[in-house]
């Protein structure tokens, strides 16, 4: 094996894999039942269209076929079912969150590790005391595979970062940046360079550029085509950032920027070396931001890019022989609808009329004066020469959502298209899946999206349970306050049962046990005992909710206790 003594690496810590014949166990897996299941591929190459309902995929497909005559998008043959997307219910100050209406990270959260999460959450359960699932990049890495992530998007964006990392909150991608560094993923491309920076102990972003940390752990760094291009098998990690945020929109790039299919390539060029086998996840991240912001010509643009990285990922599958091939989308995006108006048709002969992407407009659009400003910034990206008083007016108005203008702008084209949107979030509509090899059996029909997950271990011969239990192990994700002497706080019952004690509290006082050590809290003068003598805690009451510092926890428990305040988790060991 090439990694037989690869670390485990989850998060932040490694621990050395004494026999990776071991836990591949010859391409083995104990299921729930204690029944040992061989695998039937040796590789997993999952493609997520990210926001990618029906809707867009029937809209990719009537523009090829009336542009190029083409009939059929590249995975138009391999449909095999639907999924269901919707997430856990979550509440934030008594506000729900989330609920039947997915994002991308709960969503991405289900489809990498096979549970269930609220919005926001990264590979962590929905408790005020997280605990944290394994992906299957990650019990794939700890098998002895080789693991690859690329995407549109940023590379530290939700769906990525649910098959290398944990965070309570998604927002936190110098966190997910700096996980990523001790993930052991072999290849990573996509968007997202403003990221790979560190902060300090209280959370402040500091100008440290963890670049070179990659490159010290043998990381190859590019930035455009040409280094792209450049690469070969002999580049077994690679780290691909070509661009600050997201990776330009088809309409927007340049010869130096690349397309998924072109990272797609490169990515399975490199991994495919791996005697042992890969797990590799491409996201088409950007067919949700064109959906978000209602702009459909780009949408069909970012779709078809996707379509495009299917056909070089199917390919290289059917040459191997030995790979399961597996899409489908964490949500749909926009509420789009192919018509509107109660008109029976749809104008896509205008739906390659436009030159660039409403983002690129959005700046000048804001900065714009006059109407004959609005109507100039309109001719010069698209075929509308006659910019009605009132489409000059909506537009110089926005749309009342956070696009501003760019919104009312879209929705101009739009009308002019004949599709609309129910607005600029997601919908809680079933995802196509499609799929190729062993994998297809097992996510045929109507299905959950845990599914994917599940199906992509078993066809693996990989135990995604004893990943998670390994990962548990080492971290807690609590949710916690911050005190005015700037001293962390933790839910002291949550966090007493993650520890594995008890709490028994009332108004009055409360009571934590562990390991035969008690704290007993007088909650009205807000003072704490540690085996019944006097401890010198910060106690804290929050709408009725007892919170204490991590030493307390420590004492408790017999065991130092880490915060690691990047990630907003602790290290238990």
Same mark, same amino acid.
């Given at each position: 094996?090439?990694?037989?003594?690869?670390?485990?690496?989850?998060?932040?810590?490694?621990?050395?894999?004494?026999?990776?014949?071991?836990?591949? %166990?010859?391409?083995?897996?104990?299921?729930?039942?204690?029944?040992?299941?061989?695998?039937?591929?040796?590789?997993?190459?999952?493609?997520?269209?990210?926001?990618?309902?029906?809707?867009?995929?029937? @809209?990719?497909?009537?523009?090829?076929?009336?542009?190029?005559?083409?009939?059929?998008?590249?995975?138009?043959?391999?449909?095999?079912?639907?999924?269901?997307?919707?997430?856990?219910?979550?509440?934030?100050? %008594?506000?729900?969150?989330?609920?039947?209406?997915?994002?991308?990270?709960?969503?991405?959260?289900?489809?990498?590790?096979?549970?269930?999460?609220?919005?926001?959450?990264?590979?962590?359960?929905?408790?005020?005391?997280?605990?944290?699932?394994?992906?299957?990049?990650?019990?794939?890495?700890?098998?002895?595979?080789?693991?690859?992530?690329?995407?549109?998007?940023?590379?530290?964006?939700?769906?990525?970062?649910?098959?290398?990392?944990?965070?309570?909150?998604?927002?936190?991608?110098?966190?997910?940046?700096?996980?990523?560094?001790?993930?052991?993923?072999?290849?990573?491309?996509?968007?997202?360079?403003?990221?790979?920076?560190?902060?300090?102990?209280?959370?402040?972003?500091?100008?440290?550029?963890?670049?070179?940390?990659?490159?010290?752990?043998?990381?190859?760094?590019?930035?455009?085509?040409?280094?792209?291009?450049?690469?070969?098998?002999?580049?077994?990690?690679?780290?691909?950032?070509?661009?600050?945020?997201?990776?330009?929109?088809?309409? #927007?790039?340049?010869?130096?920027?690349?397309?998924?299919?072109?990272?797609?390539?490169?990515?399975?060029?490199?991994?495919?070396?791996?005697?042992?086998?890969?797990?590799?996840?491409?996201?088409?991240?950007?067919?949700?931001?064109?959906?978000?912001?209602?702009?459909?010509?780009?949408?069909?643009?970012?779709?078809?890019?996707?379509?495009?990285?299917?056909?070089?990922?199917?390919?290289?599958?059917?040459?191997?022989?030995?790979?399961?091939?597996?899409?489908?989308?964490?949500?749909?995006?926009?509420?789009?609808?192919?018509?509107?108006?109660?008109?029976?048709?749809?104008?896509?002969?205008?739906?390659?009329?436009?030159?660039?992407?409403?983002?690129?407009?959005?700046?000048?659009?804001?900065?714009?004066?006059?109407?004959?400003?609005?109507?100039?910034?309109?001719?010069?990206?698209?075929?509308?020469?006659?910019?009605? #008083?009132?489409?000059?007016?909506?537009?110089?108005?926005?749309?009342?959502?956070?696009?501003?203008?760019?919104?009312?702008?879209? @929705?101009?084209?739009?009308?002019?298209?004949?599709? %609309?949107?129910?607005?600029?979030?997601?919908?809680?509509?079933?995802?196509?899946?499609?799929?190729?090899?062993?994998?297809?059996?097992?996510?045929?029909?109507?299905?959950?999206?845990?599914?994917?997950?599940?199906?992509?271990?078993?066809?693996?011969?990989?135990?995604?349970?004893?990943?998670?239990?390994?990962?548990?192990?080492?971290?807690?994700?609590?949710?916690?306050?911050?005190?005015?002497?700037?001293?962390?706080?933790?839910?002291?019952?949550?966090?007493?049962?993650?520890?594995?004690?008890?709490?028994?509290?009332?108004?009055?006082?409360?009571?934590?046990?562990?390991?035969?050590?008690?704290?007993?809290?007088?909650?009205?003068?807000?003072?704490?005992?540690?085996?019944?003598?006097?401890?010198?805690?910060?106690?804290?009451?929050?709408?009725?909710?007892?919170?204490?510092?991590?030493?307390?926890?420590?004492?408790?428990?017999?065991?130092?206790?880490?915060?690691?305040?990047?990630?907003?988790?602790?290290?238990?060991?």
């Amino acid at each position: 094996m090439k990694k037989l003594m690869k670390g485990i690496v989850f998060g932040g810590l490694a621990v050395a894999v004494v026999s990776g014949a071991t836990l591949a %166990g010859a391409a083995q897996s104990t299921t729930k039942a204690g029944v040992t299941a061989k695998a039937q591929s040796q590789n997993l190459i999952v493609l997520i269209g990210d926001g990618m309902g029906p809707a867009q995929v029937s @809209a990719a497909r009537y523009f090829q076929q009336y542009t190029k005559g083409v009939n059929h998008l590249n995975i138009d043959p391999y449909y095999v079912g639907q999924a269901t997307t919707y997430a856990d219910r979550g509440e934030d100050g %008594g506000k729900v969150v989330s609920g039947i209406v997915t994002d991308s990270a709960s969503a991405g959260t289900a489809f990498a590790t096979g549970h269930k999460t609220y919005n926001a959450g990264i590979s962590v359960s929905n408790e005020d005391v997280s605990k944290p699932f394994a992906s299957i990049i990650e019990a794939a890495e700890s098998s002895g595979k080789a693991t690859g992530l690329v995407t549109t998007a940023r590379i530290t964006h939700a769906t990525p970062a649910v098959y290398a990392s944990h965070v309570r909150s998604r927002d936190n991608e110098s966190a997910i940046a700096s996980q990523y560094l001790e993930s052991g993923v072999d290849v990573l491309m996509g968007g997202g360079k403003q990221f790979f920076v560190t902060k300090d102990e209280k959370g402040k972003r500091t100008d440290k550029n963890i670049l070179p940390d990659f490159k010290a752990k043998g990381y190859t760094v590019v930035e455009n085509t040409s280094a792209l291009n450049a690469l070969t098998s002999k580049n077994s990690k690679v780290l691909g950032l070509f661009g600050n945020s997201h990776v330009a929109y088809v309409p #927007d790039r340049t010869a130096e920027i690349p397309s998924l299919a072109a990272m797609t390539s490169k990515a399975l060029n490199i991994l495919s070396t791996d005697k042992d086998g890969f797990v590799m996840m491409i996201e088409g991240g950007r067919i949700d931001h064109a959906g978000h912001a209602n702009d459909l010509p780009t949408l069909v643009q970012e779709t078809l890019d996707f379509d495009a990285a299917f056909k070089t990922a199917i390919e290289f599958a059917k040459k191997n022989g030995n790979t399961s091939v597996v899409v489908t989308a964490d949500h749909e995006t926009g509420g789009l609808s192919l018509s509107r108006d109660n008109i029976y048709e749809i104008n896509i002969d205008l739906w390659n009329k436009q030159k660039h992407s409403s983002e690129s407009l959005a700046a000048s659009l804001e900065a714009a004066q006059t109407p004959e400003e609005i109507r100039s910034i309109v001719t010069a990206n698209t075929w509308i020469t006659d910019l009605s #008083d009132e489409e000059v007016t909506q537009i110089m108005n926005g749309d009342g959502s956070s696009y501003k203008r760019e919104g009312a702008y879209n @929705a101009v084209i739009s009308k002019r298209l004949l599709v %609309g949107w129910s607005g600029h979030g997601h919908s809680a509509v079933d995802v196509g899946i499609w799929a190729y090899g062993p994998i297809a059996d097992k996510v045929k029909g109507q299905v959950d999206n845990t599914q994917i997950a599940k199906a992509g271990a078993g066809i693996l011969g990989l135990n995604l349970e004893k990943s998670s239990a390994e990962l548990q192990s080492k971290y807690l994700y609590p949710k916690f306050k911050i005190s005015r002497d700037n001293e962390v706080l933790y839910p002291a019952g949550a966090l007493a049962k993650a520890l594995g004690g008890t709490y028994k509290g009332d108004t009055a006082t409360a009571k934590l046990s562990l390991a035969k050590n008690t704290i007993e809290v007088n909650l009205t003068d807000k003072t704490a005992k540690f085996n019944g003598k006097t401890a010198a805690y910060t106690v804290d009451v929050d709408n009725g909710v007892l919170y204490l510092p991590l030493n307390a926890f420590s004492q408790l428990k017999g065991t130092t206790l880490t915060w690691d305040a990047l990630s907003e988790r602790i290290i238990l060991r």
